[in-house]
């Protein structure tokens, strides 16, 4: 049994298909697990009670107690309450947490002592932080089967878990999809297109600028602010941590309140600790606009961005799924209908958890990623070398998939030999010369000058590994020189019938490719 | 013990002019013993050429032997004379049986006690023929004339053989005596005269002499001169050949040969008996054995072979031995009883032992049958246990799967439950945090903030309230 799990920035959460829907582990409040930990002393304390203690906005560290840890992998270590911990043990201990409450959920035993997980990554998680969280996974005693773009999951959870798949699949067929996931710390965007039998990832986007915690740190930032400046409030006058932790959840509650009425009201008797003033404030719904707009507006920039970067305008995009909790705010959800329409957005009911359910999905169907895109070596004049073609199967865990090329340098005067990697910039079966390319990255090593052309044996390996990064290597027999280069923003695919899907071995079992 | 005469005119030879005077009891009891005991001899020599039994299977050990019945005339002594009266003589049947062994003995011993003492005297060698009045045979021609009309006791003593031999000496042909003892032999249709004939000398007659060799070969012509063997087998191309036959084949031949020849029912049984005991006798000589040897032989080769269990071996045994220098051929004929039972008793065992076989045969059929049988229910079983295993495997995928779908709805089920009951917690909680809220407000003043609070909380919880009973309505 492998299950999916959704270690988000904000709220980690396992789900797992249980005979024909997907069920969410939940923790004792119905609510995904909040990715917080606070290490008092010996004791390690994660999820909602560190969450609730914590009045703190922002991601990051806020004392004893680290808010996202996720943020943190890839670095070498972090002060945590003056003590210096490993980010990959920081979280090992909210996958830890998560994993012992579920296996204490009514739905412990669909859960097989949740062993096996299909993760989901951010799109913009770079190679060195995908390896950190596999190592996270790993101290957790979980394997990590196949990571997912968190997006990528999100649409396939959709199509997958909709009342009709099949009709779902059929409307949505040879269309561009618009997955906008919008949660507490990060915007991930992908925009992908669904074929008959699998939906391919055209392009990636992303920020962490404009995560929901942002808004609710804004708003509550403002109402304070305004309310201060309207009844004079001396600036020294601040409030208890209580205090401002219930008038944080308070701007939390408002901002999907706004969606029903015209205007919420901020109350928290004797806020101002020094003059006991109790915050009593009316935010309307224009008003909270102008405050979030600018979050919007980053967002929204964030999504023109990723239309502009494949040539997309608005309206070639057939619909836009808009998943993770920002999704119920009336304000986004106004800004994505005045870029694509009120008919073109869709906003699952189950958008809070899709993410995860997708996942779920994914595991159940034993779905193998495969490349969406090809990946190609410019060469001289034009030229494009086919390094790995588009459908090839992605390594799952302690798998790998490597190519070897052997070139000869035509001209070594310059002293170096150049590998620009690239990819098509459109999905196309068979890419042309002409056919716009997205530069990946370019390595150059040093190679003989002197040498006559041909002579030069240049040799290049390439490598994806079990957590989808692309590695390269070149060398120079001549020179005796070599450059290593890894990219991890790649496309990827999933099948969607049945004759696509492949199954998804624990690590003991896989056989590298 | 005494019996009504059968036949008293079956003697086919003439009677000579005394016989009629000749006391008839006495003789009858001797006869009575002899008769079994020269049947007896007869069995044995069927019993030393390992030929098929001669006495019939019907004929009890104990009971009055068919040759006792056949050939009342034809005793273990010789008579000097043929006595037409020992032929209508009551017989007493030989038996080896405990009872019939005693009387046997007592024949032996009383009944017989004058002639056989005499035959006795006779036979250790007095040198006188003890019957009185007769000339003693002087050469071949009257010892075969002796023989054929004598029927009293007829023996011969050692002077008489030497005499005998030195006639042989004298005149080496036997043209002469062929020639009568082919004339007398068509006249003796019962062989009584050649049993006669041969009897002396197979006991007493010494090996290697000529005598034997001469007188044998007269009966050899003798025998072939009968019906019954001249009609049994070929005859050989040397005169002196013997029949190429069993005793049993003779034995069995006999009756209807007699038949033939309107001979009466008791001529018949006497030419039977008569034709074996002399074929029997003729083997013997011609093998050059005395009668006393081929008792001993058969004795020593028949009572190895007496199961120590019996207890005739012991009365039998104890005949042998105490018998003296009695008339071998009342050892032969009590040999010959128990040969007789013996065989009985093999026959009977051996019938026991076929029925037993047959009965393992059958048995061994039925169980074979069972086997079968058993092979097919094991079959037919192994086939149920098959298909009850394939039943179970079926069942025990569906009850997997039952399981497996009552866990995937017990699953649904909590997860229905957990939504519900965790989103009216979130849902109360919220709407009571809303209502302190809007309470305190209320009791500070702030009556909008108030209002709207309880407006919120109270919308809340009515669309949690609606929303409950669609989800009612709708399961």
Redesign the interface.
């Known amino acids: 049994m492998t299950v999916g799990f959704d270690f988000g920035t904000t709220n980690s959460l396992v789900s797992v298909v249980?005979?024909d829907?997907v069920?969410?582990v939940?923790d004792?409040?119905?609510?995904p697990h909040p990715s917080v930990v606070r290490y008092e002393g010996e004791a390690v304390i994660v999820g909602r009670e560190a969450r609730d203690a914590l009045e703190a906005v922002g991601l990051g560290v806020h004392g004893n107690t680290v808010r996202s840890p996720k943020i943190f992998l890839g670095n070498e270590v972090e002060v945590v309450g003056g003590v210096e911990r490993n980010p990959i043990d920081i979280v090992a201990d909210v996958i830890r947490h998560v994993k012992k409450e579920s296996l204490r959920?009514?739905?412990a035993?669909?859960l097989d002592g949740l062993r096996n997980a299909v993760v989901t990554i951010p799109v913009t998680m770079n190679g060195p932080r995908r390896a950190a969280l596999r190592e996270a996974y790993r101290a957790a005693d979980i394997t990590v089967v196949q990571f997912v773009h968190e997006p990528l999951a999100a649409i396939y959870g959709h199509i997958r878990g909709a009342e009709d798949p099949d009709e779902e699949l059929r409307r949505l067929t040879r269309r561009n999809v618009l997955v906008v996931d919008w949660g507490g710390g990060t915007l991930d965007l992908t925009l992908c297109r669904v074929e008959p039998t699998r939906i391919l990832q055209l392009r990636n986007g992303g920020t962490d600028q404009v995560g929901g915690d942002e808004f609710d740190d804004v708003i509550y930032k403002e109402v304070v602010s305004r309310f201060a400046r309207e009844n004079s409030i001396e600036p020294g006058d601040t409030a208890l941590p209580e205090a401002r932790l219930r008038l944080r959840q308070q701007a939390e509650?408002n901002k999907i309140?706004l969606s029903?009425?015209a205007s919420?009201?901020f109350?928290r008797?004797g806020y101002f600790q020094r003059s006991g003033t109790?915050l009593?404030y009316?935010l309307g719904r224009s008003e909270m606009e102008e405050i979030t707009r600018p979050l919007v507006d980053a967002g929204a920039a964030e999504i023109q961005s990723l239309l502009d970067s494949v040539g997309l305008a608005a309206a070639q995009v057939s619909q836009v799924v808009v998943v993770g909790g920002m999704a119920a705010m009336p304000a986004i959800r106004s800004r994505l209908h005045e870029i694509f329409g009120p008919e073109r957005v869709v906003v699952p009911t189950n958008s809070a958890t899709l993410v995860s359910q997708g996942a779920a999905w994914i595991a159940h169907d034993a779905q193998r990623l495969v490349l969406a895109k090809p990946v190609e070596l410019e060469l001289a004049r034009g030229n494009y070398l086919p390094l790995a073609r588009a459908g090839q199967l992605m390594p799952t865990a302690g798998g790998e998939w490597r190519h070897r090329v052997h070139l000869y340098c035509a001209d070594p005067t310059d002293g170096s030999a150049k590998f620009p990697f690239v990819s098509p910039t459109e999905l196309l079966d068979h890419p042309q010369a002409s056919s716009r390319r997205t530069t990946l990255g370019i390595v150059s090593i040093r190679i003989d000058a002197k040498a006559p052309p041909m002579s030069e044996r240049l040799e290049l390996d390439v490598v994806v590994d079990e957590n989808l990064v692309l590695g390269v290597e070149a060398r120079a027999a001549q020179a005796n020189d070599k450059r290593r280069a890894e990219y991890y923003d790649l496309e990827f695919g999933l099948g969607l019938g049945e004759e696509e899907r492949v199954i998804v071995l624990p690590k003991a079992a896989t056989t590298p490719t | 013990m005494t019996r009504n005469t059968e036949d008293p005119g079956d003697a086919v030879s003439p009677p000579l002019p005394d016989e009629a005077t000749r006391g008839v009891t006495k003789q009858k009891r001797l006869n009575r013993s002899r008769n079994a005991r020269l049947a007896a001899t007869a069995a044995s020599e069927e019993a030393a050429t390992y030929s098929v039994t001669v006495p019939p299977a019907s004929a009890p050990p104990g009971a009055p032997s068919e040759f006792d019945k056949a050939n009342p005339d034809t005793s273990g002594s010789i008579p000097h004379r043929p006595d037409p009266g020992l032929h209508s003589q009551p017989r007493e049947p030989i038996s080896t049986s405990e009872k019939d062994v005693r009387r046997v003995r007592q024949t032996s011993d009383e009944g017989d006690s004058d002639d056989v003492s005499t035959v006795a005297e006779n036979d250790r060698g007095s040198g006188k023929a003890r019957v009185a009045g007769r000339p003693r045979p002087t050469n071949l021609a009257e010892f075969v004339e002796a023989a054929y009309f004598t029927t009293s006791k007829f023996g011969l003593s050692a002077a008489d053989f030497e005499i005998l031999e030195r006639s042989l000496a004298m005149d080496g042909s036997l043209t002469v005596e062929r020639d009568r003892i082919l004339e007398l032999a068509s006249k003796d249709q019962t062989l009584r005269g050649l049993v006669n004939l041969l009897s002396p000398i197979s006991q007493h007659a010494p090996r290697k002499s000529p005598l034997r060799e001469r007188i044998s070969d007269l009966a050899i012509a003798a025998l072939w001169h009968h019906p019954l063997f001249n009609n049994l087998t070929a005859r050989p191309r040397t005169p002196a050949g013997l029949p190429d036959v069993s005793a049993k084949r003779i034995w069995q031949a006999a009756p209807e040969v007699a038949k033939g020849l309107g001979q009466s029912e008791s001529q018949g049984r006497a030419l039977r008996a008569n034709a074996v005991t002399a074929f029997s006798l003729l083997r013997v000589i011609r093998a050059d054995w005395t009668l006393e040897e081929l008792v001993v032989a058969l004795g020593g080769t028949l009572w190895a072979s007496v199961p120590d269990s019996s207890s005739r071996s012991a009365v039998a045994a104890a005949i042998l031995v105490g018998a003296g220098d009695h008339d071998l051929r009342v050892r032969l004929g009590v040999l010959y009883e128990w040969a007789a039972h013996a065989t009985h008793e093999a026959e009977k065992q051996s019938s026991a032992a076929s029925a037993a076989s047959t009965i393992n045969l059958r048995r061994a059929s039925e169980a074979e049958a069972r086997v079968a049988a058993l092979e097919l229910e094991v079959a037919e079983l192994e086939r149920d246990l098959s298909e009850r295993g394939e039943r179970l495997r079926l069942s025990e995928a569906q009850l997997r799967n039952e399981k497996e779908?009552s866990?995937?709805?017990r699953?649904?089920h909590?997860?229905d439950?957990?939504?519900l009951?965790?989103?009216i917690?979130?849902q109360l909680s919220?709407q009571t945090d809303l209502l302190a809220?809007g309470l305190?407000?209320l009791r500070?003043g702030?009556h909008?903030?108030a209002e709207?609070?309880v407006d919120?909380a109270l919308?809340a919880i009515t669309r949690e309230v609606a929303n409950l009973k669609d989800d009612g309505e709708n399961k």
């Open positions: 249980v005979g829907r069920v969410d939940m004792s409040e119905g609510r959920s009514p739905q035993e669909r509650d309140a029903e009425r919420v009201s109350y008797p109790t009593e009316s | 779908r866990s995937v709805a699953s649904h909590a997860d439950y957990e939504v009951r965790t989103q917690v979130r919220k809220d305190h407000a500070n702030s909008g903030i709207e609070f919120r919308t």
